[in-house]
């Protein structure tokens, strides 16, 4: 299998994942919700209280970007600022009340998007493949620990020499 191959899993896992995201996105259209907006309320929802600094790392932005989302979202009643306890310069995030209700049938429509995605799997199979992606996941979240200055042995094709 090579880089023309449609079925390499590479491009396999790439483009499902981009596919889920456009359906989604098609989806909760109906909240008015852009892809940027339902990002920032799961990250939230699930990191009540994140700082904008680690914000924009989940969102994988920078943090002038991250700010400017977060004061429009802010300005729409979606996110609250609040001062951290300890760190008064540090402004902690939550959702506000609205957004937490909107959350709750953004989610609804995720759980049926990947249902809808999973139809021709049996339960096990979903089973067997939500296991498989976990072990994955942890693997790539290992070795994103490891950070960029970590050399990983890497197996070059044969006939092929890598520096």
């Given at each position: 299998m090579g880089p023309d191959?449609?079925?390499?899993?590479?491009?396999?896992?790439?483009?499902?994942?981009?596919?889920?995201r456009t359906v989604f996105d098609r989806r909760?259209?109906?909240?008015?919700?852009?892809?940027?907006?339902?990002?920032?309320?799961?990250?939230?929802?699930r990191r009540p209280g994140a700082s904008q600094?680690?914000?924009?790392?989940?969102?994988?932005?920078?943090r002038a970007?991250?700010?400017?989302?977060?004061?429009?979202?802010?300005?729409?009643?979606?996110?609250?600022?609040r001062a951290d306890v300890v760190d008064r310069r540090v402004k902690?995030?939550?959702?506000?009340?609205?957004?937490?209700?909107?959350?709750?049938r953004m989610w609804?429509?995720?759980?049926?998007?990947?249902?809808?995605?999973?139809?021709p799997l049996s339960p096990l199979e979903r089973a067997k493949f939500a296991g498989l992606a976990a072990r994955v996941k942890e693997r790539l979240q290992s070795l994103a620990d490891l950070g960029p200055d970590a050399r990983i042995a890497i197996a070059?094709?044969?006939?092929?020499?890598v520096p």
């Open positions: 191959d449609d079925g390499y899993i590479g491009y396999v896992l790439s483009d499902v994942a981009r596919l889920m909760v259209r109906s909240l008015g919700l852009t892809r940027a907006q339902w990002l920032v309320l799961s990250r939230l929802y600094t680690e914000l924009a790392d989940m969102l994988e932005v920078d970007s991250a700010g400017r989302m977060i004061d429009r979202m802010e300005k729409a009643g979606w996110v609250e600022r902690r995030l939550y959702l506000s009340v609205h957004a937490k209700r909107v959350h709750a609804a429509i995720a759980e049926a998007t990947v249902d809808d995605a999973l139809v070059a094709p044969r006939g092929v020499t």
